[in-house]
């Protein structure tokens, strides 16, 4: 077996912490490699890695399919940031897909206690974590008391309580016309499929599927037109197609 390791976090940056590593990969056909790496479940203050360039956590990054960093990167150019870096403030991304049709990248994020994400990624954006967060300690106390700040982005919607979205998939295909460029994201904790309408950048619709069926720890659209769940609990995939 051929192995080629094209991405290898800092030494320097690892930790021993247990949660928050992020998942998911996903390419745009043009040679570039997006993923995720959270935040790794550091103390929600201003002084999150997240919010911090010099590291590689809470953030997606963006390489070339063989590990060289693109030199249009946003912060190829920054004294002291990782060039890795597309976005940052980026709690912990459990889903991410790349519409080749708009070109548009889009990640569902967990939240703390309440406050999950679905996020259109911008070259370079901030999107406020811990700054800004709809959700709370998982306590109950505050984390801030802002849901918005200038210069940090806004999610396309967000869900309180949290629904654990996990794993993203974007429809294109023709057993399902009605569904042509809707996002599926699946859910762990609420055990449900939430099938987003988009219009543009602009979220239109949401409809739940599948409630109460299982954790969903991923969804797939492939070239055949079918979905495909992967379920966590009970261990099984599934394969939807229309009723007629």
Not at 61 to 76: C, E, L, Q
Not at 79 to 102: C, E, H, M
Not at 164 to 190: D, M, Q, T, V
């Amino acid at each position: 077996m051929d192995l080629q390791t094209i991405f290898e976090p800092p030494a320097e940056e690892a930790t021993k912490g247990g949660a928050h590593f992020g998942c998911r990969m996903t390419f745009d056909g043009e040679g570039h490699l997006f993923f995720p790496i959270g935040d790794r479940g550091d103390v929600a203050t201003p002084a999150n890695n997240a919010q911090r360039l010099d590291n590689v956590k809470g953030k997606i990054h963006r390489i070339f399919d063989d590990g060289r960093i693109p030199p249009d990167n946003p912060f190829v150019n920054t004294p002291g940031a990782r060039p890795s870096i597309w976005s940052y403030g980026n709690r912990n991304a459990q889903g991410l897909v790349y519409d080749s049709a708009t070109k548009q990248l889009w990640a569902t994020e967990h939240g703390p206690r309440g406050g999950d994400e679905l996020n259109l990624i911008l070259k370079g954006a901030n999107f406020g974590w811990p700054v800004v967060t709809y959700g709370i300690n998982y306590s109950g106390t505050p984390i801030t008391d802002r849901t918005s700040q200038l210069g940090m982005e806004q999610p396309a919607v967000y869900w309180v309580p949290s629904i654990a979205a996990c794993g993203l998939a974007i429809y294109h295909g023709n057993r399902f016309p009605k569904w042509e460029g809707n996002l599926f994201s699946g859910a762990l904790a609420h055990q449900k499929i939430v099938r987003i309408k988009l219009s543009g950048e602009k979220v239109v619709e949401q409809e739940i599927l599948l409630e109460k069926t299982g954790r969903v720890r991923d969804v797939r659209c492939f070239d055949d037109g079918y979905l495909y769940v992967l379920y966590e609990q009970p261990g099984r995939i599934v394969r939807l197609v229309p009723e007629s």
